[in-house]
Antibody, heavy 124, light 105 residues
Framework: QVRLEQSGPEVMKPGASMRVSCKAS????????IYWVRQTPGQGLEWMGRINPTSGGTNSAQKFDGRVTMTGDAAISTAYLELNSLKSDDTAVYYC?????????????????WGQGTLVTVAS | IQMTQSPSSLSASIGDRVTITCRASQNVNKYLNWYQQKPGRAPKLLIY???TLQSGVSSRFSGSGSGTEFTLIISNLQSEDFATYYCQQTYNTWTFGLGTKVEVK
């Protein structure tokens, strides 16, 4: 079964760093980009960045530059999102999602597979 | 690229035809997707490339448009369609609209 399984909920203090994991199964992890999207309470979906699990190359939204780190461990088919210097408005559900297109294949794409989401609460 | 959806919410009844609009701040060709999200769940892909129905999705859903103007239509609204709908452009990075919540009238 093709799926992305995320780590469980976290409660973090302001100023701390969070890490969310996203384990892929049922497909070749290194064949597809993994994206990170967050959803703040009552708000819409916000793209944070993506990682190429083969090369480790990343792209991140300008808003998160300097605060976000995305990594991948191909041996265990797992991607990680780290966000540091947490603030209360980082409280959100964080999703990982898979690109429909294989890496290197051009064309219109979309997110065809999503993790279940990880709630991260930032509170003192 | 900014994605603007309208309306932000709407009330509808079972059997209604619902129209949701998504406007891009610049040309995104047909790099436009629609997702449905229900509370506590991850988004689910409905339509990709502006007008292609994802496998397994009801034919009540249809999409159209290109360039900067796109439309999602839900015909014959059913109870399971009450949800929030998001458009997404993947032409230049990957941004979403703020969503349209479809509620029971």
């Amino acid at each position: 079964q093709v799926r992305l399984e995320q780590s469980g909920p976290e409660v973090m203090k302001p100023g701390a760093s969070m890490r969310v994991s996203c384990k892929a199964s049922g497909y070749t992890f290194t064949d597809y980009h993994i994206y990170w999207v967050r959803q703040t309470p009552g708000q819409g979906l916000e793209w944070m960045g993506r990682i190429n699990p083969t090369s480790g190359g990343t792209n991140s939204a300008q808003k998160f530059d300097g605060r976000v780190t995305m990594t991948g461990d191909a041996a265990i088919s797992t991607a990680y999102l780290e966000l540091n210097s947490l603030k209360s408005d980082d409280t959100a559900v964080y999703y990982c999602a898979r690109d429909f297109l294989r890496i290197g294949v051009p064309g219109i794409t979309w997110f065809d597979l999503w993790g279940q989401g990880t709630l991260v609460t930032v509170a003192s | 690229i900014q994605m603007t959806q309208s309306p932000s919410s709407l009330s509808a009844s079972i059997g209604d035809r619902v129209t949701i609009t998504c406007r891009a701040s610049q040309n995104v060709n047909k790099y436009l997707n629609w997702y449905q999200q229900k509370p506590g769940r991850a988004p689910k892909l409905l339509i990709y490339a502006a007008s292609t129905l994802q496998s397994g999705v009801s034919s009540r859903f249809s999409g159209s448009g290109s360039g900067t103007e796109f439309t999602l239509i839900i015909s014959n609204l059913q109870s399971e369609d009450f949800a929030t709908y998001y458009c997404q452009q993947t032409y230049n990075t990957w941004t979403f609209g703020l969503g349209t919540k479809v509620e029971v009238k």
